[in-house]
């Protein structure tokens, strides 16, 4: 296994998820390991991402639940929230997370460096900091992750993306959202939960994107509208201003007016993969348009010796999926010879308020792809709402082909959708049909029986 030419079997840059995942493994195998990260050991997920985000949606929910505790019989008096509080309990949390990633990494006797690092050459790897050093190695993994998209307008500067929202020293009264993707979408229902005035911009008519089903994309919208949240669609913003009071106005393009008196601006406008500063441009390896590195279904990229995981390559920017590719490459190089990752059925979820989970085929994707197929689809307000009062409506779909009756997609809105769509996904990853659905008997009363209750198509898609 030992290469005596190079310094390491295998260098890693980037210590998120998968780049971690990918350097236990390999050291595991018997490789000499050793891993690069210039900020905190987690990566966007644990540090700025999934983590911190899930616990603020947490500490957003309890403004409902104390609401619809009331129809219960409960009774409470002045309800108060500390945002300090919350801030310094998520810190606390994501630093602990932080140091059991870089313990793992030395139980692991992976070797570790808290630097830049640049791609000089195939095998070459030059560290910046007081001590600058190239460092060798057989194969070099990069899995740098990505980051936020900020559009080139005058006053951006007074904007925060979705790296800097975690740590605002205080919450703020009305927050302008620009975007309506999933990382927009989530934050709104943060803050509109903790108190907060949210305002969404955006420069189309829809949101979320064709990735996620038409059905839910208008159930999503019309529920987070009812929760008081504004959109503003066909809207671009033109600058930023900052006022003499200390809050900014936001102007919007083509003399659609404009929003005073704002405390944040977030801009939540898409990512983009970390290549900047990290490649050699000698090297010659092959990006996406979208400016991600272009792999083959076991990582490699056009260079034989490198290989990328995770949101900086051209694949599927989640991190479980990041965290079985860097096992995969391990693997790959150093165990039980070639793996690729299955890349079908991934399921998925998007914190909104309420919650979605999703996976398989949409209704559109499948109509591309077969001929014709059935749509089983329920609206119906859960149990907890006939006391409480709310008027949320749990949104459920099925699609299958005609004829087979497969499974193709499972999409769901409503609360514990994440959890419930995790376990739809290993019905579809069998390769589960509507029959088995229908055999499947209810667990009541829950929501989730209606996956399996739901018998007759709403309608047949040519």
């Not at 095998?123 to 050093?133: F, S």
């Not at 899995?143 to 020293?169: C, D, K, M, R, W």
């Not at 309506?180 to 943060?190: K, R």
């Not at 490459?329 to 909104?352: C, E, H, K, Y």
Request: hydrophobic residues 40%; charged residues 20%; glycine residues 10%.
């Amino acid at each position: 296994m030992n290469t005596p030419n190079y310094d390491f079997d295998l260098f890693v840059i980037g210590g998120g998820s998968g780049g971690v995942r990918a350097a236990r493994i390999a050291s595991q195998l018997g490789a000499r390991v050793a891993i690069t990260e210039e900020y905190q050991y987690g990566g966007t997920c644990v540090i700025r991402g999934c983590v911190p985000k899930k616990l603020m949606v947490y500490a957003s929910h309890f403004s409902e639940t104390f609401e619809d505790a009331k129809g219960f019989g409960w009774s409470f008096g002045e309800m108060t929230f500390d945002w300090k509080k919350l801030i310094q309990g998520k810190n606390q949390e994501i630093a602990r997370l932080s140091s059991i990633y870089e313990q793992n990494l030395l139980a692991a006797n992976v070797s570790t460096f808290k630097s830049h690092a640049t791609v000089v050459d195939g095998h070459t790897v030059a560290l910046d900091g007081p001590e600058p050093k190239s460092i060798t190695a057989k194969y070099i993994l990069l899995a740098t992750g990505g980051h936020p998209n900020l559009p080139q307008i005058a006053g951006i500067e007074f904007a925060i993306s979705s790296n800097e929202v975690f740590y605002l020293t205080s919450q703020p009264k009305h927050i302008v959202i620009v975007g309506a993707g999933y990382i927009a979408l989530e934050f709104a229902g943060i803050f509109n939960g903790l108190g907060t005035k949210v305002t969404i911009i955006h420069r189309g008519q829809d949101i979320l994107g064709p990735g996620f089903d038409r059905g839910l994309r208008t159930h999503i919208k019309e529920e987070m509208i009812t929760k008081g949240i504004e959109f503003k669609f066909s809207c671009e913003l033109s600058r930023i201003e900052q006022n003499d009071s200390g809050g900014y106005s936001v102007h919007l393009q083509y003399d659609q007016g404009a929003l005073h008196e704002i405390d944040q601006i977030l801009m939540a406008t898409g990512r983009s993969p970390n290549v900047r500063n990290l490649i050699d441009g000698s090297l010659g390896i092959c990006l996406t348009h979208q400016g991600a590195i272009h792999v083959d279904p076991y990582g490699k990229s056009s260079v034989d010796s490198i290989y990328a995981v995770g949101d900086v390559s051209s694949r599927v920017a989640l991190t479980p999926v990041a965290i079985r590719e860097g096992n995969a490459v391990a693997q790959t190089l150093f165990g039980q010879g070639p793996m690729a990752v299955d890349l079908s059925q991934v399921p998925s979820a998007v914190f909104t308020q309420p919650p979605i989970g999703t996976v398989g085929l949409t209704e559109e994707e499948a109509l591309k792809q077969y001929k014709t197929v059935d749509v089983y689809e329920a609206h119906f307000k859960p149990l907890k709402s006939a006391i409480s009062g709310r008027h949320e409506k749990v949104f459920m779909k099925l699609i299958a082909e005609v004829g087979t009756q497969k499974i193709l997609g499972a999409h769901m809105i409503g609360e514990e959708a994440p959890e419930i769509i995790q376990a739809i996904a290993i019905a579809l990853k069998m390769g589960a049909t509507k029959q088995d659905f229908d055999a499947t008997i209810a667990v009541h009363p829950t929501v989730a029986e209606e996956f399996v209750t739901m018998k007759t198509a709403v309608r047949k898609t040519l």
